[in-house]
């Protein structure tokens, strides 16, 4: 038997702008479409793309060149390198680039030999796979067939290209202007596909999409090894710290996982409450750099002491958000970034649709009733934390009592009402830090449970917190904060601090920009759905739905229930 025939779609050229191949779901942005018109003027689409860096194999690993290059030539088959010599002059040869085409193993052995006899004898240099942004920036011009999508993206980068024969983004001696406007048909005659709804979109929303990946995908390349991901968490850590060409190994035991990363000459992604002092000391001595990884600011449809896994992660490379004692990745961009008014506009949005929706970090609770607030009073919130939660032992200053934060508020605010909400993970008997309510009640007018924290912040008129994300939540909505602590949306000049702030944070943010950078720039985001890395935007508009009342399946579902009665029994046991 011969090999099966070839489908009609897969004998179509694979799109210009496409998505990484995500092994789980269909995450095309693209799709062959029929009668576009090519816009006369395409510069802003090349504007868009260029910007972005996306289209083509975007993915592959990057050519890492020791310095410029002038010519980068794209042969076909062996019999086009001597046409190719022939367009350069001994110094050219020098200084060009040679990629070798895609080729299943044995051919990509072939033309790896073929190249390197090649730029040894002739000079210049050769790459197999590579992200083309990385050479084209480097690059002074392009030659290849008609048919290689390089063709197209080294006019989108800006450079001179000549084709070598016909094909469907040029043919010989078109000149540069003729050449875009074969690339803009090309994008003209793509249909845009929303991966998250199968619905339409648009190329502005496919590009950023692409981009979103590219970041994501460039900050997980060097992860060779994962450590104290609960195994309720994989599937979801997987997905957010896959790469299609690396491997992700996932190890049980921290000092095996710093041997196994070593090995692979990358990094260690491990929980925050997994590193240990003797961590840090085998990471040292193995040159394997840590990186930290937690839960993020929306989390999920549902709550983690339930067991529904996370949506959202913060991935950081230099500390981790909630420790104030070093740097992290947040407080970098949140120090350093210059927020362009389309950034601070996409946060403003993003912030009204969180209100809007009334979303907390797990979107968690209904609209339960509130009790009646005494009139003429100022309402204050305190809301209560995991005692021994990572967050409270490095953020706190050395306060840790739910007692205690809410004595003190109480010594700050003498006249207000003052509504204690105890944490949900504390109250279902899971984690440290009950407190009776009567001893509560010594210092708060009300006890507050159930429902959900957004209609809470809705009513009151300020929040004191210790380092809980409550306060951040409340800042969106406008309210005002203390923070007893030093939480990572402190000492921004948004709230007022009695905690100790860093001297690092010495800017003053607009609400937006720091909204940009906490939910934007910082976290990653999975869609419930389709379990493909998403913008902020998605998986709101789920927690959003799911509050009125869609449902979304939670794969480990069946654990909610035991975990409910394993709550009860341990709050009776204490």
Known sequence: ?????????????????????????????????????????????????????????????????????????????????????????????????????????????RWSSILARLTAAEGGAWRGDVDPWSVLGEAERVVAHGSDEWVALGRIAGLPVEVLSPGRFGAPGEDGSTLDQHVARALAETAWRDPFTDRESTIEVAVELLATWRRMLEANRPLAAASGMAWWKRTEIRHLLWH????????????????????????????????????????????????????GFVRSVGLGVDLVPPSSVVVDSSGIHFDPSGPSDLETILEGTEF???????????????????????????????????????????????????SVLAGGGGLTSNLELLRRARALEPAAEIWFRPHPDVDAGHRKGAVPDAAILEYADRVVRGGGMAPLLDAVDTVHVLTSLTGFEALMRGREVTCHGTPFYAGWGLTRDLGEVPARRSRKLALDELVAGVLILYPRYLDPVTGLPCRPEVLVRRMADAGAGVRYANRLGWIAPLRRWQGRIMAAIR
């Open 1 to 109: 038997m011969g090999p099966p025939p070839v489908t009609a779609a897969e004998a179509l050229p694979p799109p210009l702008l496409r998505a990484p191949p995500f092994p789980w779901a269909d995450a095309a942005v693209s799709r062959p479409a029929s009668g576009g018109e090519a816009e006369a003027d395409c510069t802003a689409a090349f504007d868009l793309i260029r910007a972005a860096q996306v289209g083509g194999r975007f993915w592959a690993a990057p050519a890492r060149l020791v310095e410029p290059v002038g010519a980068v030539l794209l042969p076909g088959a062996p019999e086009d390198i001597p046409t190719l010599l022939g367009r350069l002059d001994p110094a050219e040869r020098r200084r060009a680039l040679w990629i070798a085409p895609p080729a299943s193993a044995s051919a990509a052995r």
């Open 244 to 295: 299609p060409q690396r491997k992700l190994h996932l190890v049980r035991g921290a000092g095996h996982a710093v041997r196994v990363a070593a090995r692979g000459g990358g990094a260690l992604a491990i929980w925050p409450s997994r590193v240990s002092p003797a961590l840090l000391r085998q990471a040292r001595e193995q040159g394997v750099p840590l990186v930290r990884v937690e839960d």
């Open 340 to 390: 362009s008014p389309a950034l601070r506009d996409r946060a403003a949005a993003l912030r009204d649709a969180i209100v809007a929706g009334g979303i907390s970090k797990y979107s968690a609770g209904g609209a339960a009733p509130l009790p009646p607030r005494e009139p003429g009073r100022r309402l204050v919130l305190v809301p209560g934390q995991v005692e021994d939660d990572m």
